[in-house]
């Protein structure tokens, strides 16, 4: 068991059972841009200074795949995992395929 697993991936295992995850090191997804994609929200985390900070975002998408985002203050970069089921494999690969087109389009 992944003791590091947000709440609410451990909440949603729960209900839907164990999932898998994966980390995509090859880019670095940022909320700004999965805001605009059509994943729902299902959970965030922020800080407030000046203006609200998002520190923590979890999207889940169509295919049911949990993305979570979290900032890495010593790095300076948002770290990510995407959650899924182990019969999602091949699904998932194909997604992050796309996922990754779509960020390296955004630079």
């Given at each position: 068991?992944?003791?590091?697993?947000?709440?609410?991936?451990?909440?949603?295992?729960?209900?839907?059972?164990?999932?898998?995850?994966?980390?995509?090191?090859?880019?670095?997804?940022?909320?700004?841009?999965?805001?605009?994609?059509?994943?729902?929200?299902?959970?965030?985390?922020?800080?407030?200074?000046?203006?609200?900070?998002?520190?923590?975002?979890?999207?889940?998408?169509?295919?049911n795949?949990?993305?979570?985002?979290?900032?890495?203050?010593?790095?300076?970069?948002?770290v990510?995992?995407?959650?899924?089921?182990?019969?999602?494999?091949?699904?998932?690969?194909?997604?992050?395929?796309?996922?990754?087109?779509?960020?390296?389009?955004?630079?």
């Amino acid at each position: 068991m992944d003791i590091n697993k947000p709440e609410y991936i451990k909440f949603i295992e729960n209900r839907e059972g164990i999932l898998s995850v994966i980390t995509i090191d090859n880019v670095e997804m940022k909320p700004e841009i999965l805001d605009k994609k059509t994943f729902e929200v299902g959970y965030s985390k922020s800080n407030y200074g000046d203006k609200i900070i998002c520190v923590e975002k979890i999207y889940k998408t169509k295919q049911n795949f949990y993305i979570y985002l979290k900032y890495d203050d010593v790095d300076k970069i948002w770290v990510n995992n995407i959650y899924y089921k182990q019969e999602q494999t091949s699904e998932l690969n194909f997604f992050i395929k796309q996922l990754i087109k779509d960020f390296k389009n955004v630079k």
